[in-house]
């Protein structure tokens, strides 16, 4: 009977230990937080801006690249003679604009005096001859027929000497501020078309905008290509984000800056370190790719959990297991 006793007492206190240990167990469990998410990295398209047959690619699938590296180029043959064509616009339209500031030559000028003081003996002949032929009509020693050519004359010569002097005025003025106004806006018409033209030719040499991975090679050498056609799809060294979602009855552990561990199947044991960069302000239903069933019918919140030690072991789509601590920094 008292080994019976002795039996029950033991295992009552083996169930006692084990709840105990259980509740201790719960308690660090309500401490913290896990959530599952995956990695997201951005993935660029790249392109010409300019159309064209394609000359060489220097990349392929599978390939690290670095910011500023070339990856390809274009036949640069067109736009070398519409460079070309271009530096000769705009050296046609300096000199055009060169020509209506300066005005007209000295030469010209002192041929329209020339002229004036041709016209101006000419006006002065006539007009003397005219005032003869008044007083010989006044004689009756000519007819009126004879006096209406002198006066003609006299008014001819005085039109021509007009002509002349407006000329005369014309060039020593220089051209209209209109016209040179004009020969400006066609200089600098030319020199955007050539500015178009050195970029359209440094166009037509493609590179990377960031370090990165070559994830896909869209055409070969030899395709003729529209502007913006996809060449290389880019996927971006680095950031790296993991995307995550929080309900709201843990929203509160939620900030950005807090500080968080990453596990991947790979490291189970070694975690990555991220925090907090981003939580979304207006709630979604829970998307499909989230992985923990506490979550499959809540409204939740998402996170982007900027990872500042990754390496290239972190690949797009990646599953990934946050844990977040309740003691965890802030920054």
Request: aromatic content about 6%; charged content about 20%; overall charge neutral.
């Amino acid at each position: 009977m008292k080994k019976h006793i002795v039996t029950v007492l033991i295992v009552l206190a083996l169930l006692a230990a084990l709840g105990g240990g259980w509740m201790w167990y719960q308690s660090k469990q309500e401490n913290g937080l896990t959530l599952y998410g995956n990695v997201d990295i951005r993935t660029v398209n790249l392109s010409f801006r300019v159309g064209g047959r394609l000359a060489a690619l220097n990349v392929d699938e599978g390939d690290s690249v670095q910011a500023g590296q070339q990856l390809g180029e274009m036949d640069k043959a067109p736009y070398e003679n519409a460079l070309l064509q271009a530096q000769a616009n705009v050296s046609t339209a300096q000199a055009k604009y060169e020509l209506a500031t300066a005005g007209y030559r000295a030469e010209e000028i002192a041929q329209a005096a020339a002229a004036v003081n041709q016209a101006r003996a000419a006006w002065e002949y006539a007009q003397n001859y005219y005032q003869r032929q008044q007083g010989l009509w006044k004689s009756k020693v000519i007819s009126a027929n004879d006096l209406e050519n002198a006066r003609s004359s006299r008014d001819q010569a005085q039109a021509t000497l007009k002509s002349a002097q407006d000329k005369l005025s014309q060039y020593r003025a220089g051209n209209r501020p209109q016209e040179i106004a004009q020969a400006k806006a066609g200089l600098e018409q030319a020199q955007a078309a050539l500015a178009q033209a050195q970029l359209d030719l440094h166009d037509t040499i493609l590179v990377a905008p960031s370090n990165g991975t070559v994830l896909t090679r869209a055409v070969e050498p030899g395709s003729m290509l529209n502007a913006g056609s996809t060449v290389l799809t880019l996927s971006l060294t680095r950031p790296v984000w993991v995307r995550a979602y929080i309900d709201e009855r843990n929203l509160h552990l939620a900030k950005p800056g807090q500080q968080i561990l990453l596990y991947t199947d790979g490291r189970p044991n070694t975690p990555y370190h991220g925090k907090i960069g981003f939580v979304s302000p207006t709630a979604e239903f829970t998307p499909k790719t989230v992985e923990t069933p506490d979550l499959r019918t809540d409204l939740v919140y998402r996170l982007r959990i900027i990872v500042t030690d990754a390496d290239d072991n972190l690949r797009q789509g990646m599953p990934v297991t946050l844990r977040f601590n309740g003691e965890a920094r802030h920054e």
